[in-house]
């Protein structure tokens, strides 16, 4: 059994220089099969649809002009977009707070270590290759041990 008070893993979430405000944590937590996910993220933007791309991506910095460092969607295989390792369900933002939980078991917490979780700046579309159309990237943090 797993203890849901201690993550196994956690990325601090920061906005970039067009959203300072952003912020918030992602925490995962290693079960047997899987990894649960938990978030919460505050202050993101008001837009007309209120949802946000969400996706674990391969570089392993935030730094770069607009998170360029971050790299392109998480993906250990040859894989299509929303098939990749790293995307995950969208963020719904009410009145700028957004809180999810999911199980996934397209990665362990080992694997992404070291990476970046990223928000993007519009809904992710599920379609456009390779990255689902999901805009700019508007917040990023880095995923570490705890």
């Given at each position: ?33 899987s ?29 770069g ?82």
């Amino acid at each position: 059994m797993f203890n849901m008070n201690r993550p196994d893993a956690k990325a601090v979430i920061k906005g970039g220089e067009s959203f300072p405000c952003i912020c918030g944590e992602v925490l995962f937590f290693q079960m047997k099969k899987s990894v649960i996910v938990r978030v919460r993220i505050s202050h993101l933007p008001e837009t007309a649809a209120m949802f946000y791309g969400f996706h674990i991506h391969e570089g392993n910095s935030c730094s770069g002009d607009g998170f360029s460092e971050t790299g392109g969607h998480y993906d250990c295989g040859d894989k299509p977009h929303p098939a990749h390792n790293g995307d995950m369900p969208p963020l719904i933002s009410c009145s700028g707070e957004a809180f999810m939980e999911f199980m996934t078991n397209r990665f362990c917490v080992n694997e992404i270590t070291g990476r970046t979780v990223v928000v993007h700046g519009f809904a992710d579309d599920f379609r456009t290759q390779p990255s689902g159309d999901a805009g700019k990237k508007i917040a990023c943090g880095v995923i570490k041990r705890v």
